[in-house]
């Protein structure tokens, strides 16, 4: 009786450990990658950053249209001998003043320098959002290799264990008579063969975890089935549109086209004269004010050909600048072509792939059945597994070339976003922090708003 009041004790520990295990963590989705990514990406983090400077330097190209307002106190002292005997005398002095001086009039110069400073900024942030669309793409290769790796020593692992019984079978057929030394050393040969591809494609394996860690922020756990491919554009001509509209590389293109064409007006309104006022008020020992207030005109007459340099030089960029833009749609476009190509050559890889293992493992199974019956020799079984097995590993690339293939020409129609992809995530506001400071704010509440929006970002 007690011995079965232990034994049912045992068993309601036993039950109640495994209510208190842990359950199972679910498989790591492809979705599940591309948040990692997103939020841990030390190169988003970089340039997020670089687009906050960009962003400051629309709130100091608007404190240029500002006045200056400055303070400045002095004290001096100085001591005076004579040559006729009298004694020396000391001299001090304090003084105290207050200046403001503005830009009244300089021919659109500073507003200019406003206007390319928010071109820089918006041609900043097609860089940002090119950047992020491609540690996604990184995500999903990291991803894809992983499970390819994976795929390729599951393979290879079949393979030690078919050829090490291939071997055996080869040994006691030997033992038997029925086959000679050379069949032996083919199959250890095989065998051996088989293990070093297995070594290597554990070696790879590791690499693609470390690549994997690299782009998404940690080792990969178990991988989830590859999702249903992404919606695609019908005809080719259809990605070739969105992506010569929407690609960030075209559209930075296009906002340095505009900051090219600002930089000629800025150049030639360089030569034209500058209105400046100023006022001031100082206060001297003893009680002595002062008060002043000015204006001046100036103007540039000669520089030596420098001016006229400028804007030849700024000429020459925006040439540049639009050839550049015209390359970047030549490039796209030809980039989206290409996807568009490689996509239809993996479908087509896959299929006859699939074919050639059917036929392989038919062609496998009836050679070694051959064998047994001493119509085939041991390398002919041999040289049928090899066959088979390389079918099913470029199966495994093509199929995983494919699943690239397809973001690959999301990307290059300027898709592989967040938003595009429909991840669920709070993303990176690039207006929020230039919202912020665009009218160069100092503290008070415009910088309490700013100190909320570097925090809701992240920054401290």
């Not at 208190?20 to 990406?41: F, G, I, N």
């Not at 004269?273 to 004010?289: D, K, L, M, V, Y």
């Amino acid at each position: 009786m007690t011995q079965r009041l232990l034994n049912g004790l045992r068993i309601a520990a036993l039950a109640g450990l495994g209510m208190l295990a842990p359950a199972m963590l679910p498989a790591e989705t492809l979705s599940d990658a591309l948040v990692s990514a997103y939020r841990t990406s030390n190169l988003l983090e970089q340039n997020r950053a670089t687009l906050r400077a960009a962003d400051e330097d629309v709130a100091q190209a608007v404190a240029a249209l500002r006045p200056v307002l400055q303070w400045s106190a002095g004290y001096n002292y100085s001591r005076s001998d004579t040559t006729t005997g009298s004694s020396a005398r000391d001299l001090q002095t304090a003084s105290a003043q207050l200046a403001a001086s503005m830009t009244l009039f300089d021919f659109g110069r500073n507003r200019l320098s406003l206007d390319i400073t928010k071109e820089t900024v918006l041609s900043t942030r097609e860089a940002l959002r090119g950047i992020e669309q491609n540690v996604l793409l990184s995500a999903i290769q990291a991803y894809t290799q992983v499970r390819s790796a994976a795929e390729q020593v599951s393979i290879n692992e079949n393979s030690v264990r078919v050829y090490g019984e291939e071997l055996k079978a080869t040994r006691d057929r030997f033992e038997a008579g029925e086959v000679t030394r050379t069949d032996v050393s083919q199959a250890e040969a095989a065998e051996a063969s088989a293990r070093a591809s297995l070594a290597a494609a554990r070696g790879n394996y590791q690499i693609a975890r470390e690549a994997y860690r690299a782009t998404v922020g940690h080792y990969p756990g178990d991988l989830a089935a590859l999702p249903k491919p992404p919606q695609l554009p019908k005809t080719l001509e259809l990605a070739r549109g969105t992506a010569e509209r929407n690609n960030p590389s075209v559209k930075q293109a296009q906002h340095n086209v505009t900051i090219a064409e600002l930089s000629v007006q800025a150049a030639a309104a360089q030569r034209l004269p500058q209105i400046s006022g100023s006022a001031g008020f100082g206060n001297s020992e003893g009680g002595r004010q002062t008060t002043s207030a000015g204006i001046s005109l100036s103007q540039t007459i000669y520089s030596g050909g420098q001016l006229s340099s400028l804007h030849r030089q700024s000429i020459a960029n925006r040439e540049r600048a639009r050839a550049a833009l015209r390359q970047a749609v030549v490039e796209i476009s030809n980039t989206t072509a290409q996807a568009w190509a490689m996509i239809d050559v993996y479908r087509a890889q896959i299929q006859a792939y699939a074919e050639q293992i059917a036929a392989a493992e038919v062609a496998y199974q009836g050679v070694r059945e051959e064998a047994s019956l001493g119509s085939r020799t041991t390398l002919d079984v041999l040289d049928s597994e090899q066959t088979l097995l390389d079918a099913r590993a470029s199966r495994i690339n093509a199929e995983a070339d494919l699943q690239v293939g397809y973001y690959q020409l999301l990307l290059a129609m300027g898709l592989l976003t967040v938003e595009d992809l429909k991840l669920g995530i709070p993303t990176y506001d690039p207006a929020a922090y230039y919202n912020a400071v665009r009218n160069a704010p100092g503290t008070s509440v415009q910088g309490k708003s700013l100190d909320r929006v570097l925090k809701a970002i992240g920054k401290p």
